[in-house]
């Protein structure tokens, strides 16, 4: 009996993001404009039927809404879906008000100023124990 040869960590990294690409590519493809069914992303991905289903069934569970809208015999996403993570990231970024930054900024600054000062001390210091260091 043949033992099952076993992949390395590099070789399951590649497929993993292979996989994670074409998972990508698919959201890509039935968010966009086009009609895209399961022969049409199996082409375009250049992948099976099966696998096709797989990349469904996997965005299914991370949450994304998708259809097969009989009408126009294509996969498609529900309007106006965003995923609730990166919305809200975006969010939060858009709420920043750069007024309440700029106490902390001129705090960085002084701060800033303080370590140069400590380092150009350290500097003279050492340089005063070992001459042979390289200096300014």
Request: with cysteine; hydrophobic share 40%; aromatic share 8%.
């Amino acid at each position: 009996m043949a033992k099952k040869q076993s992949r390395t960590d590099a070789e399951r990294r590649v497929r993993q993001c292979e996989r994670l690409g074409r998972l990508l590519r698919t959201l890509q493809l039935i968010m966009g404009k086009g009609r895209w069914d399961a022969d049409g992303l199996a082409q375009e991905l250049e992948c099976s039927r099966r696998t096709v289903y797989r990349l469904l069934q996997t965005l299914s569970m991370a949450g994304v809404p998708w259809f097969f809208d009989d009408k126009i015999r294509a996969y498609r996403v529900r309007p106006g879906f965003r995923f609730p993570e990166l919305d809200r990231q975006s969010k939060a970024d858009a709420s920043v008000d750069i007024a309440t930054l700029k106490p902390a900024i001129a705090q960085l600054i002084v701060d800033a100023e303080d370590f140069l000062g400590s380092l150009r001390t350290f500097q003279e210091q050492l340089q005063s124990v070992r001459p042979d260091l390289p200096g300014k």
